[in-house]
């Protein structure tokens, strides 16, 4: 962090912090808009991520303060809150309203964030944002949670309280993250294993395609409309709990049983990519990089033609990577509709590929894109 957190908080407050957290974004090598399906996923935390420096007062009142956004709030301690309009410091007023419904919290405090992740890129600077607050809360007042009931309260805030109602992947990765593995997780049975992300010769590029994303919430909570649509209809004959109970060739028997051919499509990606996803984390342990390329290439075909939600400023960084001889896979990551997309790329290609994709990408879209080299880093950590 080149930032010094500890002064600023210092300036602002007029007192030094009590203590600092961290907590990172994330990137999903495969597995997307499956983790509400019930399937599996393949995200690993970014060194990228959200700082948070916390000190008590004896006012009675949380102040949020973030030297990303002008706007500051305070809020008197009290047993509940109501996201009033789209201020960032409803994401840690909620993981205050979620925790204040089961424990107490002793005094007043006052919070300074500070993030390096993109906002709205679709590297999860929400998650990040959500489970630094319920980390330092959880750790500065001994409240007794475990990490995975922080992900389940962050998770409650972005579906009850913010509205989106998105999977678990973004929160259980940000705070379960590992320095150099990936998270193969079972986002039905939320049982996960730490796989080695050994990318031998090539490194890991994030590119945001700056795109201003519109109505991608709206879009989002349609899709998952979507997915349940075409369960209940396949829940006339069988009982599954979700689209990924399905495999491809059980999907193959009972997909008649989607009347509308747009959830059919939606439905035919799940299945598709869940099973993608095993092939990946096998293709991975066994250092077949080319094969986990293509996966994710075949990944996002099917986001962009199935289950739309990928668009003209993602395919293009797609399309570039496809011709570009140094790339072995490229994909979408996150929600769509804008946001980011990953590349594995040949080490040592760094500058050339970001200068040759900005061209490309500049020419057809009409603005840049950002290029970023990100380590797999470690998930929620007090510092
Ligand atoms: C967003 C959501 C996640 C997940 C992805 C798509 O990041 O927050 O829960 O659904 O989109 O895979």
């Known amino acids: 962090m080149k930032i010094d957190l500890t002064k600023q908080f ?103 964030f500070y993030g390096n992740i993109p906002i709205g890129s679709g590297l999860s600077s929400s998650a990040s944002i959500e489970i630094v607050t319920a ?59 730490a796989v080695d992300c050994n990318l031998g010769n090539y490194a890991l590029a994030i590119i945001n395609t700056n795109k201003p994303r519109k109505l991608a919430e709206s879009k989002y909570n349609e899709r998952v409309t979507e997915c349940q649509t075409a369960l209940r209809e396949l829940n006339t004959e069988l009982d599954a709990a979700n689209l990924c109970e399905l495999d491809a060739a059980k999907f193959a028997l009972y997909s008649r049983l989607i009347t509308d051919p747009v959830v059919l499509k939606r439905a035919t990606h799940v299945v598709e990519e869940n099973d993608r996803v095993g092939l990946a984390a096998d293709a991975l342990s066994k250092g077949k990089l080319e094969e986990f390329g293509q996966l994710m290439y075949a990944s996002h075909e099917s986001l962009k033609t199935l289950y739309e939600v ?26 769509g509709f804008g946001g980011c997309a990953i590349a594995l790329l040949e080490k040592g290609k760094e500058e050339e590929f970001t200068n040759a994709l900005t061209a490309y990408y500049t020419a057809k879209i009409g603005y840049a894109p950002d290029v970023y080299f990100s380590e797999i880093g470690n998930g929620a950590a007090a510092i």
């Open 135 to 193: 980390y330092a809360l959880n750790e500065y007042f001994n409240l007794g949670y475990n990490r995975l009931q922080l992900v389940l309260i962050a998770k409650k805030v972005e579906n009850e309280f913010i509205g989106l109602n998105s999977g678990i992947m973004d929160q259980f990765a940000v705070a379960f993250g590992e320095k150099h593995k990936a998270l193969v997780l079972n986002c039905d049975t939320l049982d996960y294993k």
């Open 310 to 335: 990928s668009g003209a400023e993602l395919d293009a960084v797609v399309d570039f990577c496809q011709d570009y001889a140094y790339v072995i896979g490229a994909r979408m990551t996150g929600a």
């Open 10 to 112: 210092e300036e602002e407050y007029g007192t030094a912090p009590a203590k600092t957290y961290f907590t990172p974004g994330r990137v999903n090598l495969i597995g997307e808009h499956i983790d509400y399906n019930g399937g599996l996923v393949m995200p690993c935390a970014v060194t990228l991520g959200t700082w948070l420096c916390i000190a008590p007062n004896n006012d009675g009142v949380i102040r949020f303060k973030s030297l990303n956004f002008e706007e500051q709030q305070t809020f008197p301690l009290q047993s509940s809150y109501v996201k009033e309009s789209n201020g960032w410091f409803y994401y840690p007023l909620g993981v205050f309203h979620e925790i204040l419904k089961e424990k107490e919290i002793p005094a007043g405090l006052d919070l300074l």
